[in-house]
């Protein structure tokens, strides 16, 4: 049972490269999402998606982009990497109809930008 | 909007101290409030769910109530052990729907001493 697979782990940048952070769920989830964790801040919520074909954006969406075309993968995308980009990012997933609400997270993607 | 305080942000405790960690939420209009742990440079893992119409979840040494009325959730922690050690987060999901936002607490970083 993968449960939420996010790729990579790690993750280095140049100021002003792209890159593209994957999530993939196993678990037929219709919600998913995109936090950052940042030291002090707690987590914060950069986009969001009910169901596929569906994204919107949450607290922090600016220099990141999100497209849901399947149940099961919700990649993030960096446009333009900045040095205020560099955070461990989350990738989580909750709500299946014949499941439950519970949300499950991936073990993260440590992105730094320099 | 929804705010969820966690306080103390930090706990140190004795090994075998039954211990309990607040979670206050300002808005109790919620679908249900979910309890997490993180260990350093890991994912949040979901330790309990509750239902807004349920009063306590309980698994091993873990118990975590629920009192919509007053804005509050505890999570008690039986015989602590140093192995419990990590980030504590509590999140509510709002009424709106079992496929909404989660707004998370800023955790509680405890620390169970040998």
């Known amino acids: 049972n993968a449960g939420v697979t996010q790729t990579p782990k790690f993750q280095v940048l140049k100021t002003g490269q792209s890159m593209t952070l994957q999530c993939a769920q196993d678990?037929?989830?219709?919600?998913m999402s995109w936090y950052r964790q940042d030291p002090g801040m707690g987590l914060r919520l950069i986009h969001y998606s009910v169901g596929a074909g569906i994204t919107d954006q949450g607290e922090v969406p600016n220099g990141y982009n999100v497209s849901r075309s399947t149940t099961e993968d919700f990649p993030l995308r960096l446009l333009s990497a900045a040095p205020s980009q560099t955070s461990v990012y989350f990738c989580a997933s909750s709500y299946s109809f014949t499941g439950g609400t519970e949300a499950f997270f991936g073990q993260g993607t440590r992105l730094t930008v320099v | 909007k929804q705010e969820v305080t966690q306080i103390p942000a930090a706990l140190s405790v004795p090994e075998g101290e039954n211990l309990v960690l607040n979670c206050s939420f300002t808005d109790s209009a919620i679908y249900n409030l979910q309890w997490f742990r993180q260990d350093p440079g890991k994912g949040l893992t979901s330790l309990l769910l509750i239902q807004s119409s349920q009063r306590e979840q309980t698994s091993g040494r873990l118990n975590a109530s629920l009192d919509k009325s007053s804005g509050r959730s505890t999570l008690y922690i039986a015989a602590s052990q140093p192995g419990d050690s990590a980030t504590y987060l509590c999140a509510v999901r709002p009424l709106t729907g079992a496929n909404s936002k989660l707004t998370f607490g800023k955790g509680i970083t405890l620390s169970v001493r040998p």
């Open positions: 678990m037929n989830h219709e919600y």
